[in-house]
Each structure stands twice: as structure tokens, then as C-alpha cells.
T-cell receptor, first 114, second 111 residues
Framework: SAVISQKPSRDICQRGTSLTIQCQVD?????MFWYRQQPGQSLTLIAT???????TYESGFVIDKFPISRPNLTFSTLTVSNMSPEDSSIYLC?????WGDGYTFGSGTRLTVV | GNSVTQMEGPVTLSEEAFLTINCTYT??????LFWYVQYPGEGLQLLLK?????DKGSNKGFEATYRKETTSFHLEKGSVQVSDSAVYFC??????????FGTGTRLQVFP
């Protein structure tokens, strides 16, 4: 399976600021996704990161709040903008090498907004 | 729409006990089914998967069988260890390429 490096692993941020999370994969993958896991909850898909075009956002998530880049087949970033304490969560990058292979997840970024 | 339902936790067991975590799904056709595990402070790891009816996924002593007739994919292990303490997520993948997760079940194993 693919190996994912996600940075930073954790951060504590002031409200109103922004944080960019990086996801680097050791091989080219077809699909890259960003998930949010709020404390004690399951995972919620934020968006699908599309290479060379705008990300596809799920209901309840918008580009202005969560801008995503994917310049190539091995790298993506998620920015959490204008943060509030409600954004405190674990953010996870996930990839799928090919359909049906199953997703591989990064180790996550634990974000605390104060 | 597609969905996954897991038994609520926490599940509390003594070491060497038998484990079952129930998972049922709702989907048209034949989704792929997965179990993921999340150890404390870590991301998700794929534990096992099954892509068609009657397939059995297995890994690290864990097993789950894809039952089309009961739309289930229950996770089992014959003898749990303290190191198995984690949150377990059942998930399905179907057509849309979006992995749909259950709510997760926390397993606590005591010596």
C-alpha cells in the first residue's frame, strides 16, 4: 500500500488564523481525499482533491473555508481558514491507488484552536 | 443512500476473550467492505477487506465474512489481546468512490 507523510502531526492555533496541512504520498495515486474527525466521532469526508482542477466538496464544506490544492499525483494540501474552536479536530489525508483497493490514511493532523 | 451501522461501544473484554463487533450495511448492488482500526493517537489503518459476497477478509487474527443475505460484515477475533484496544470502523465503498464509515466501536481489553 501507499505510504503517506502528513504534516504537521499536531498544532495549536489562535482563532482567526489559518493552517495548511500537507499530504505527501510515496507513489502516484488516482484519488486523494481529506477527512475530518471531530473528537469522539467518526470520519466525515470534506472533499476529493482533484489533480489540476478545483476540489469537489461535500455538503457542508466550502472552498473559502477549506481551500485544497493538488498540483500533482503525489501531493495535496488542505488549508483550514479563519479558524474557530469548532475547527478543533483531527484532519486526515487519504489516498486510493486504484478503485476497490481500499483507502490508505495518513497519521492525521491533530488541530486545537484556542 | 448507502450507509453503515455498527454496534455501539465501548466493548470491554478480558484478555483472551472472543470478540464480535457487528456491522451491517445498506447499499444497492455489491459494495466492497472494509474494517479499519485506529489505535490511540494514530490515524486509521486498513485491517481487512472483502470485495464480493462470501469473501472472508483476515489479518492479525481478525476475520470478517461478507454476507450478502444478511448485509453484514461482522468482525471477529478468537482471542483478544490488550494491544487490540482501539477504535474499529466498518466502511463500505460503492460506485461513487467515497468511503462511507460507520460510527466506530471502541474496544477495551483488560489483562
Amino acid at each position: 500500500s501507499a505510504v503517506i507523510s502528513q504534516k504537521p502531526s499536531r498544532d495549536i492555533c489562535q482563532r482567526g488564523t489559518s493552517l495548511t496541512i500537507q499530504c505527501q504520498v510515496d507513489s502516484q495515486v488516482t484519488m486523494m481525499f481529506w477527512y475530518r474527525q471531530q473528537p469522539g466521532q467518526s470520519l466525515t469526508l470534506i472533499a476529493t482533491a482533484n489533480q489540476g482542477s478545483e476540489a469537489t466538496y461535500e455538503s457542508g464544506f466550502v472552498i473559502d473555508k477549506f481551500p485544497i490544492s493538488r498540483p500533482n499525483l503525489t501531493f495535496s494540501t488542505l488549508t483550514v481558514s479563519n479558524m474557530s474552536p469548532e475547527d478543533s479536530s483531527i484532519y486526515l489525508c487519504s489516498v486510493e491507488r486504484f478503485w476497490g483497493d481500499g483507502y490508505t490514511f495518513g497519521s492525521g493532523t491533530r488541530l486545537t484552536v484556542v | 443512500g448507502n450507509s453503515v451501522t455498527q454496534m455501539e461501544g465501548p466493548v470491554t473484554l478480558s484478555e483472551e476473550a472472543f470478540l464480535t463487533i457487528n456491522c451491517t450495511y445498506t447499499a444497492t448492488g455489491y459494495p466492497s467492505l472494509f474494517w479499519y482500526v485506529q489505535y490511540p493517537g494514530e490515524g486509521l489503518q486498513l485491517l481487512l477487506k472483502a470485495t464480493k459476497a462470501d469473501d472472508k477478509g483476515s489479518n492479525k487474527g481478525f476475520e470478517a465474512t461478507y454476507r450478502k443475505e444478511t448485509t453484514s460484515f461482522h468482525l471477529e477475533k478468537g482471542s483478544v489481546q490488550v494491544s487490540d484496544s482501539a477504535v474499529y470502523f466498518c466502511a463500505l465503498l460503492h460506485n461513487t468512490d467515497k468511503l462511507i464509515f460507520g460510527t466506530g466501536t471502541r474496544l477495551q481489553v483488560f489483562p
